[in-house]
C-alpha cells in the first residue's frame, strides 16, 4: 500500500476509533522522515524514501513512518562521485578539523561531542513539512507521484517536535518522546473556518504526547538499529572505503551508476543528520562527501552542503553542520515539481521538508 493509500485510509473517517485514525496519521507525518533513513528503508525491496514528522534526526523511531516508493523515480546523482574504483581528489580543505587531545599526541575528532558512562546524548528535532489536500485526500509533493496530475486546493505547514537520549552505552535503554503538532500555516492565506475543518476531516489534528522506550538503538528500527553498536560498526572509517560501502549500503536492488553514486551520498547524509554517529563516523563522512564532490558553502561556522538528486529521485538537500562539533544542525528537502502546473500555491523558496537541530549532552534521561 502506497502512501497516497495510506493518506487516503485517513480519509475514509468512517469506522476508524481514534486509534486507528492517530496511527494513520502518524504513517503519513512520521513518513514524511524516517529514512530519506526516511529516505530509505534499504532492504532487498526498491528503494524506499521516509520523511518523518517529529523525527529526531532520523526517525525511523517515530510514532508511525510512511514510505514512499520511489522505483521509478530518478535517484540523486553527484556526478563528482566516480564510477569506477578510482575516486576524485579530495578538496583542499576538506570537512572540520578534529583538535588534538590536550597533553597526547592522540587526534579526537570533535572533542567534547561523545557522552561518557552515566551521560546521555539528547537530540531534539524541531520538523516542519508541507502537505497538500484536494476535497478528497492528502498528498505531499514529494515521492513516486507527487503533484502531477493532482489539483491541490489548499497546503498546509505542521510543525512537530521530537526529542531522542542516547545512552553513553549504547546498548542500553534509548528513549524519547513526540510532543503534539502544531498548524503553523496555510497556502494559500487564511483559509477560514470551512478551510480549517476541511483539514481537519482530511487530516485530523494530532494531540497530546507520546513517549517511547527501546533496547540498543531507535525505536522501531530493523535490525541492526540505527545509532546501535553494530550500526555504528559497519561503516568503514576510511573515507574512499566509506564511500564505496555507501553505495552498496542495505541496498539488493538493481542500480546505474550514477543511481549508485547519489544513493551513496544519500547513505552519508542520512549518517550526518541522525546525530548519533560516533565522532570518528562523522569525521569520516564528511571527508567521504568531499571525496564525492559535494559541493558545500561555509559561514560562521557552519558548513553546509547542497545536493541535487536527479537519478534516484528529483529534489533537492541541504545538511548543514557545525565545524566544531561535526553535528547536525538543520537538513532541508525540496522536490521538483515535476508537472506541477499552476497546482503548487507553496512559494519555491519553502521546502517541503525543514528539520533544525538542537543536540547537547547531559548527565541523565527524562
Same mark, same amino acid.
Given at each position: 500500500?502506497?502512501?497516497?493509500?495510506?493518506?487516503?485510509?485517513?480519509?475514509?473517517?468512517?469506522?476508524?476509533?481514534?486509534?486507528?485514525?492517530?496511527?494513520?496519521?502518524?504513517?503519513? /507525518?512520521?513518513?514524511?522522515?524516517?529514512?530519506?533513513?526516511?529516505?530509505?528503508?534499504?532492504?532487498?525491496? =526498491?528503494?524506499?524514501?521516509?520523511?518523518?514528522?517529529?523525527?529526531?534526526?532520523?526517525?525511523?523511531?517515530?510514532?508511525?513512518?510512511?514510505?514512499?516508493?520511489?522505483?521509478?523515480?530518478?535517484?540523486?546523482?553527484?556526478?563528482?562521485?566516480? +564510477?569506477?574504483?578510482?575516486?576524485?581528489?579530495?578538496?583542499?580543505?576538506?570537512?572540520?578539523?578534529?583538535?588534538?587531545?590536550?597533553?597526547?599526541?592522540?587526534?579526537?575528532?570533535?572533542?567534547?561531542?561523545?557522552?561518557?558512562?552515566?551521560?546521555? /546524548?539528547?537530540?531534539?528535532?524541531?520538523?516542519?513539512?508541507?502537505?497538500?489536500?484536494?476535497? +478528497?485526500?492528502?498528498?505531499?509533493?514529494?515521492?513516486?507521484?507527487?503533484?502531477?496530475?493532482?489539483?491541490?486546493?489548499?497546503?498546509? !505547514?505542521? =510543525?512537530?517536535?521530537?526529542?531522542?537520549? !542516547?545512552?553513553?552505552?549504547?546498548?542500553?535503554?534509548?528513549?524519547?518522546?513526540?510532543?503534539?503538532?502544531?498548524?503553523?500555516?496555510?497556502?494559500?492565506?487564511?483559509?477560514?473556518?470551512?478551510?480549517?475543518?476541511?483539514?481537519?476531516?482530511?487530516?485530523?489534528?494530532?494531540?497530546?504526547?507520546?513517549?517511547?522506550?527501546?533496547?540498543?538503538?531507535?525505536?522501531?528500527?530493523?535490525?541492526?538499529?540505527?545509532?546501535?553498536?553494530?550500526?555504528?560498526?559497519?561503516?568503514? =572509517?576510511?573515507?574512499?572505503? /566509506?564511500?564505496?560501502?555507501?553505495?552498496?549500503?542495505?541496498?539488493?536492488?538493481?542500480?546505474?551508476?550514477? +543511481?549508485?553514486?547519489?544513493?551513496?551520498?544519500?547513505?552519508?547524509?542520512?549518517?550526518?543528520?541522525?546525530?548519533?554517529?560516533?565522532?570518528?563516523?562523522?569525521?569520516?563522512?564528511?571527508?567521504? /562527501?568531499?571525496?564525492?564532490?559535494?559541493?558545500?558553502?561555509?559561514?560562521?561556522?557552519?558548513?553546509?552542503?547542497?545536493? =541535487?538528486?536527479?537519478?534516484?529521485?528529483?529534489?533537492?538537500?541541504?545538511?548543514?553542520?557545525?565545524?566544531?562539533?561535526?553535528?547536525?544542525?538543520?537538513?532541508?528537502?525540496?522536490?521538483?515539481?515535476?508537472?506541477?502546473?499552476?497546482?503548487?500555491?507553496?512559494? +519555491?523558496?519553502?521546502?517541503?521538508?525543514? !528539520?533544525?537541530?538542537?543536540?547537547?549532552?547531559?548527565?541523565?534521561?527524562?
Amino acid at each position: 500500500m502506497d502512501v497516497f493509500e495510506r493518506v487516503r485510509e485517513v480519509n475514509r473517517g468512517a469506522g476508524l476509533n481514534d486509534e486507528r485514525i492517530t496511527e494513520a496519521r502518524a504513517r503519513l /507525518l512520521t513518513g514524511i522522515d524516517a529514512d530519506t533513513s526516511a529516505e530509505r528503508r534499504r532492504t532487498t525491496r =526498491r528503494p524506499m524514501f521516509v520523511i518523518a514528522g517529529a523525527m529526531a534526526g532520523v526517525a525511523a523511531a517515530t510514532a508511525g513512518v510512511v514510505l514512499i516508493s520511489q522505483m521509478d523515480a530518478p535517484s540523486p546523482q553527484v556526478e563528482a562521485v566516480p +564510477q569506477e574504483t578510482a575516486l576524485p581528489t579530495p578538496r583542499s580543505t576538506p570537512a572540520p578539523k578534529p583538535s588534538t587531545t590536550s597533553g597526547t599526541t592522540v587526534t579526537e575528532p570533535f572533542p567534547g561531542t561523545t557522552p561518557h558512562t552515566g551521560q546521555h /546524548l539528547r537530540i531534539v528535532n524541531t520538523t516542519e513539512s508541507i502537505v497538500y489536500r484536494d476535497d +478528497q485526500s492528502v498528498f505531499a509533493a514529494w515521492g513516486e507521484s507527487g503533484l502531477r496530475g493532482r489539483q491541490p486546493v489548499s497546503a498546509l !505547514m505542521f =510543525r512537530e517536535v521530537s526529542e531522542v537520549n !542516547m545512552p553513553a552505552d549504547r546498548t542500553t535503554e534509548w528513549s524519547g518522546r513526540f510532543d503534539g503538532e502544531e498548524r503553523v500555516a496555510y497556502f494559500p492565506g487564511n483559509p477560514g473556518p470551512d478551510g480549517v475543518a476541511a483539514w481537519d476531516a482530511l487530516l485530523p489534528p494530532a494531540q497530546g504526547v507520546r513517549e517511547w522506550t527501546s533496547a540498543g538503538g531507535f525505536e522501531g528500527d530493523a535490525s541492526p538499529r540505527r545509532g546501535s553498536a553494530e550500526w555504528s560498526a559497519a561503516f568503514p =572509517r576510511d573515507p574512499y572505503a /566509506l564511500l564505496e560501502f555507501a553505495r552498496t549500503y542495505m541496498r539488493a536492488y538493481e542500480q546505474t551508476p550514477a +543511481q549508485a553514486n547519489e544513493a551513496a551520498v544519500s547513505t552519508l547524509v542520512d549518517v550526518l543528520r541522525s546525530n548519533v554517529a560516533p565522532a570518528d563516523l562523522r569525521q569520516s563522512v564528511l571527508h567521504a /562527501l568531499d571525496l564525492a564532490g559535494v559541493p558545500a558553502s561555509t559561514a560562521n561556522g557552519i558548513e553546509t552542503y547542497r545536493i =541535487r538528486y536527479e537519478h534516484i529521485d528529483r529534489r533537492t538537500d541541504t545538511v548543514s553542520i557545525d565545524t566544531a562539533t561535526g553535528w547536525a544542525t538543520e537538513y532541508t528537502l525540496r522536490s521538483d515539481r515535476v508537472d506541477a502546473g499552476p497546482g503548487d500555491m507553496v512559494p +519555491q523558496t519553502v521546502p517541503d521538508i525543514r !528539520m533544525t537541530y538542537s543536540v547537547s549532552i547531559v548527565d541523565s534521561a527524562p
